[in-house]
């Protein structure tokens, strides 16, 4: 079996991915491993017999789309949150490098390890594949019989760097008890189910309808009033426009959570038992499909220019209340609320077209994706002679959060549909740790023969626990952030997938992600010098 998944390499790629895909679904106290399986189906076959083995593109192509996705997805929040404490995560994630690097010059000298091979483990210890090629590149200009060194300490350190970061991962999780639903809510990522309830403005409120959520003091939206009239009671209702004066007695459909809409009503007046009018006016479901819509903020649609109101976003599985600065993206579904008569011209402006969606515009994807790639390309000349480049990794994750934040240039969109993005980014993760995994394997058979090797693996396991236990202590007590973030970032500290994959799994939300992203240029880049100085150190 095992000779002939060697002599057909295109089978025992699609064999590891489904019993990867597979063995990750099963929970053993409450844990699985996700994606992150089929990095030791690969592991084991390749260790069983050395020839099933894929070439690099493999795992470059998977890692390249994999950072790619996740630049795009995370690229706007990434920039939004810089500004307060992403600088301070980035300044933590360059200073925990060169300790870490110092930690390991440390070992390497306690346990009499070789140079070269002790600067490919740091490299396996931190999964850095990009600064285990730069310490190869650099031994072979100085002495190119010592070049296999390096990705044999790479290969020994490489499955304890993935362990050991999930290891840490998962265990402080339950000892912290953490809750990550609760946690990601608290941090904006989930939000409360949305209700809507009818107020009526009161005495001493004054202002226009587009004053309410300020003067509310809420995070709430208005979609329809209704006007008192001289009669006592109030006209039909219709869209609340947005310059419309407050007066006593006039009645506004609101939009929020219950907490929202209870302090918003207590500001405004008084709640009112007036259900909506589904005669004239209705609500329903459109979903963005539209390229010319994607990328335009609420307020530069001017939905109330075109007979209509945004009252809900819902991207993926959250819904929040709209806001004019939000951005559109395609795959957005959005809860209108527009007179009957007017509803197909919202479908049309909108697109509201699952077929639409399906057929996926690949051709931005794929000139940011080269873009990315060649900025990797890139040599980035140092001292003495060397250089280096952010490899397949590191340009098009810088990229794909450049064009995430942007979303788009003219009438090209960047962005792709939610579920497109979902589905490159597994499909990345799982053909790079499929791919890496078999060149890790034969290193990690010879370890289990040669008792010398468990130094290497021990030096490289330390390492990796070290760092993921001083991101999440410094995390959570010194950047106040949330456990799943602190292990993001973790794994973002070892430009490290499969521990993503694991965390994104496990936990259900984006908070990995966030801190992911947030880290992995920095890491990226600070890994590949940093490489390269250790075996210069050790030398």
Same mark, same amino acid.
């Given at each position: 079996?095992?000779?002939?998944?060697?002599?057909?390499?295109?089978?025992?790629?699609?064999?590891?991915?489904?019993?990867?895909?597979?063995?990750?679904?099963?929970?053993?106290?409450? !844990?699985?491993?996700?994606?992150?399986?089929?990095?030791?189906?690969?592991?084991?076959?390749?260790?069983?017999?050395?020839?099933?083995?894929?070439?690099?593109?493999?795992?470059?192509?998977?890692?390249?789309?994999?950072?790619?996705?996740?630049?795009?997805?995370?690229?706007?929040?990434?920039?939004?949150?810089?500004?307060?404490?992403?600088?301070?995560?980035?300044?933590?994630?360059?200073?925990?490098?060169?300790?870490? !690097?110092?930690?390991?010059?440390?070992?390497?000298?306690?346990?009499?390890?070789?140079?070269?091979?002790?600067?490919?483990?740091?490299?396996?210890?931190?999964?850095?594949?990009?600064?285990?090629?730069?310490?190869?590149?650099?031994?072979?200009?100085?002495?190119?019989?010592?070049?296999?060194?390096?990705?044999?300490?790479?290969?020994?350190?490489?499955?304890?760097?993935?362990?050991?970061?999930?290891?840490?991962?998962?265990?402080?999780?339950?000892?912290?008890?953490?809750?990550?639903?609760?946690?990601?809510?608290?941090?904006?990522?989930?939000?409360?189910?949305?209700?809507?309830?009818?107020?009526?403005?009161?005495?001493?409120?004054?202002?226009?309808?587009?004053?309410?959520?300020?003067?509310?003091?809420?995070?709430?939206?208005?979609?329809?009033?209704?006007?008192?009239?001289?009669?006592?009671?109030?006209?039909?209702?219709?869209?609340?426009?947005?310059?419309?004066?407050?007066?006593?007695?006039?009645?506004?459909?609101?939009?929020?959570?219950?907490?929202?809409?209870?302090?918003?009503?207590?500001?405004?007046?008084?709640?009112?038992?007036?259900?909506?009018?589904?005669?004239?006016?209705?609500?329903?479901?459109?979903?963005?499909?539209?390229?010319?819509?994607?990328?335009?903020?609420?307020?530069?649609?001017?939905?109330?220019?075109?007979?209509?109101?945004?009252?809900?976003?819902?991207?993926?599985?959250?819904?929040?209340?709209?806001?004019?600065?939000? !951005?559109?993206?395609?795959?957005?579904?959005?809860?209108?609320?527009?007179?009957?008569?007017?509803?197909?011209?919202?479908?049309?402006?909108?697109?509201?077209?699952?077929?639409?969606?399906?057929?996926?515009?690949?051709?931005?994807?794929?000139?940011?994706?080269?873009?990315?790639?060649?900025?990797?390309?890139?040599?980035?000349?140092?001292?003495?002679?060397?250089?280096?480049?952010?490899?397949?990794?590191?340009?098009?994750?810088?990229?794909?959060?450049?064009?995430?934040?942007?979303?788009?240039?003219?009438?090209?969109?960047?962005?792709?549909?939610?579920?497109?993005?979902?589905?490159?980014?597994?499909?990345?993760?799982?053909?790079?740790?499929?791919?890496?995994?078999?060149?890790?394997?034969?290193?990690?058979?010879?370890?289990?023969?040669?008792?010398?090797?468990?130094?290497?693996?021990?030096?490289?396991?330390?390492?990796?626990?070290?760092?993921?236990?001083?991101?999440?202590?410094?995390?959570?007590?010194?950047?106040?952030?949330?456990?799943?973030?602190?292990?993001? !970032?973790?794994?973002?500290?070892?430009?490290?997938?499969?521990?993503?994959?694991?965390?994104?799994?496990?936990?259900?939300?984006?908070?990995?992600?966030?801190?992911?992203?947030?880290?992995?240029?920095?890491?990226?880049?600070?890994?590949?010098?940093?490489?390269?100085?250790?075996?210069?150190?050790?030398?």
């Amino acid at each position: 079996m095992l000779a002939f998944l060697a002599d057909h390499s295109l089978i025992a790629l699609v064999v590891i991915l489904a019993a990867g895909l597979a063995i990750g679904r099963l929970r053993i106290f409450g !844990m699985s491993l996700g994606a992150a399986a089929i990095l030791f189906v690969a592991i084991l076959l390749s260790a069983l017999d050395s020839h099933i083995t894929f070439p690099p593109l493999i795992y470059q192509l998977g890692l390249a789309l994999f950072v790619y996705s996740i630049g795009l997805a995370a690229g706007r929040e990434f920039f939004a949150s810089f500004v307060s404490k992403g600088w301070r995560v980035n300044v933590f994630g360059g200073v925990m490098l060169l300790v870490l !690097m110092a930690l390991a010059a440390g070992l390497a000298k306690l346990f009499g390890l070789d140079p070269t091979t002790a600067s490919g483990t740091f490299a396996g210890s931190l999964t850095t594949t990009p600064g285990m090629a730069a310490i190869v590149e650099l031994i072979k200009g100085t002495n190119p019989d010592l070049a296999a060194h390096p990705v044999v300490g790479y290969s020994l350190a490489y499955p304890g760097g993935v362990l050991g970061a999930i290891a840490v991962a998962a265990i402080g999780a339950g000892i912290l008890k953490v809750n990550h639903i609760e946690d990601a809510t608290r941090e904006g990522l989930i939000h409360s189910r949305l209700r809507w309830r009818t107020v009526e403005i009161g005495e001493g409120v004054s202002g226009h309808i587009s004053d309410v959520p300020r003067i509310a003091q809420a995070d709430i939206i208005v979609t329809r009033m209704s006007l008192p009239d001289e009669h006592g009671g109030h006209a039909p209702q219709e869209l609340a426009v947005p310059n419309t004066p407050l007066t006593p007695g006039l009645l506004l459909v609101i939009h929020g959570t219950e907490a929202d809409l209870d302090t918003a009503i207590s500001h405004l007046g008084a709640p009112a038992a007036v259900d909506v009018d589904m005669l004239e006016m209705s609500y329903g479901r459109v979903i963005v499909s539209n390229p010319a819509v994607a990328g335009r903020t609420i307020r530069d649609l001017d939905p109330i220019s075109h007979g209509f109101i945004i009252a809900r976003l819902r991207r993926g599985d959250e819904e929040v209340v709209a806001h004019e600065s939000d !951005m559109l993206e395609l795959s957005d579904s959005l809860r209108v609320v527009a007179p009957k008569e007017q509803f197909p011209a919202v479908r049309r402006l909108l697109g509201d077209s699952e077929n639409s969606l399906a057929n996926v515009d690949l051709l931005p994807f794929a000139i940011g994706l080269l873009l990315g790639l060649l900025l990797g390309a890139i040599p980035i000349p140092l001292p003495g002679g060397t250089s280096l480049s952010l490899g397949f990794g590191g340009g098009p994750i810088v990229v794909g959060l450049l064009f995430g934040a942007f979303s788009h240039t003219g009438p090209v969109q960047w962005h792709l549909p939610y579920h497109a993005n979902r589905v490159f980014t597994t499909f990345g993760l799982a053909l790079f740790l499929a791919g890496v995994g078999t060149v890790a394997g034969p290193g990690f058979r010879n370890a289990m023969t040669d008792p010398a090797s468990l130094k290497y693996i021990a030096m490289g396991f330390i390492i990796t626990v070290t760092s993921a236990l001083a991101c999440g202590v410094v995390g959570m007590t010194v950047l106040k952030l949330r456990w799943d973030e602190s292990m993001g !970032m973790a794994a973002g500290m070892t430009t490290n997938p499969a521990v993503l994959g694991y965390l994104n799994n496990q936990t259900g939300t984006e908070l990995a992600a966030r801190g992911y992203a947030t880290v992995y240029p920095i890491a990226m880049i600070g890994k590949i010098l940093l490489c390269q100085a250790l075996v210069v150190l050790l030398m």
